[in-house]
């Protein structure tokens, strides 16, 4: 991944702290110009993260500042980004965490400010984020399957990739639907030299609740599809077996577990199991349906899930006003003797939509008063960006 000279200034739109000394942070470089004596409260952050870098950058140049910020770290980072791919961000969190080889285990997080987002509720979310990353175990002890039992080590974490979509109703209100991922992940060595890194995505498609539908308007998830792809395939692959959801099924049940085996270290903290479902897991009546697609074997993989229905009295509905989350789970297998373990991988994120709206409407071309209604299938703006993984001796100074 080539990585451009920027030659604008950093001071100045720099918002500057560590995790263990943030009382309070004041938003420079805001474009929503919030006054200097206004304190954003963050979240309480775990005990022990005074390793912990934190900055924030806000704004239309928010981008540029955040990728200059991270070239003095880029060549002891486990996790790379192309800055240039997350264009519509106008929020970019950074956390960095030092570890004992010197290499930095980096959150990502990325924002876009709309009516409902400001810098405030955004830097709340990351510091929340940044204080989730900072108790987050470097490492956990797992069996995958039957395979033995690995020591794997945490890398780092992206958040809140989001697109969203403008749905205009017949009475001419505004409904918003987004589409948003993010990812963590873990590597490990195997016995014949080969490094393993475990992709874990947290994909969501949201719509509103229900209760807050107007009018006779109504919206639900239709369809969400990701797709990973290894882009340095002459030296790395997916793998195969128990590892990730294989072929096809269904659900009875909001959440449902595909079959990943994954031991638990001694503290039980496991590494995360694939799995999909709505978001109200306690919801009875909500369905779906799932099939994985190895659309090349070795380098690409693609998850669908669809059919997402509520089960009514008379047939099913669409599961309206509900949130559809899935966690896939890809395992990508680096051989021996690769330039610093590298993996590369492209990921993709697409979410489909489905709404219904009447409305009685009046006007000369209608010749009076009519009811108007309407049924209508809408795509969220696709996510796709690419990651560079490395285990965490990567040091190339």
Known sequence: ?????????????????????????????????????????????????????????????SLRSAELFIQRYQDKLTLRIDFDEF????????????????????LYYFGQEDRNLDVETLTRSFYSEASKFGDVPLEVTGALADEPSRNWKYIGGIRSIRTSLEIKTLKKDTVMVYN?????????????????????????????????????????????????????????????????????????????????????????????NAQAGFSESYTKGLTFKWYTDDIDPNSEIQFEFYDLKKREWFGDSPAWGQIFISHPVVLVHVESGTPFHEGDIRIQAKSTFFYEDSARVCGLRYGGCVILHEEKSVDAPPIEFTVEMYPWFINRK
Do not use: C
């Open 87 to 106: 264009n519509n961000a106008t929020f970019v969190g950074i956390a960095l965490r030092r570890l004992p080889t010197g290499a930095y285990v980096p």
């Open 180 to 272: 948003e991922i993010g990812g963590d992940f873990w590597v490990t060595s195997s016995t014949s030299g080969q490094y393993v890194y475990y992709v874990y995505l947290t994909h969501e498609a949201k719509v509103p609740k229900e209760k807050d539908f107007p009018g006779n308007f109504k919206v639900a998830v239709k369809e969400v599809k990701e797709r990973v792809t290894v882009l340095n395939t002459q030296h790395a692959f997916i793998g195969l077996g128990n590892f990730r959801p294989e072929g096809s099924g269904s659900s009875s049940n909001p959440v449902i577990t595909w079959g990943l085996n994954v031991g638990i270290d001694v503290n039980g903290r496991p590494l995360p």
């Open 1 to 61: 991944m080539k990585w451009r000279s920027l030659l604008a200034v950093l001071l100045g739109l720099l918002m500057v702290g560590t995790l263990g000394d943030i009382p309070n942070i004041a938003v420079t470089g805001s474009p929503m110009n919030l006054s200097t004596d206004k304190n954003i409260q963050v979240p309480i952050l775990p005990p022990n993260t005074g390793n912990i870098i934190v900055k924030t950058f806000t704004g239309k140049s």
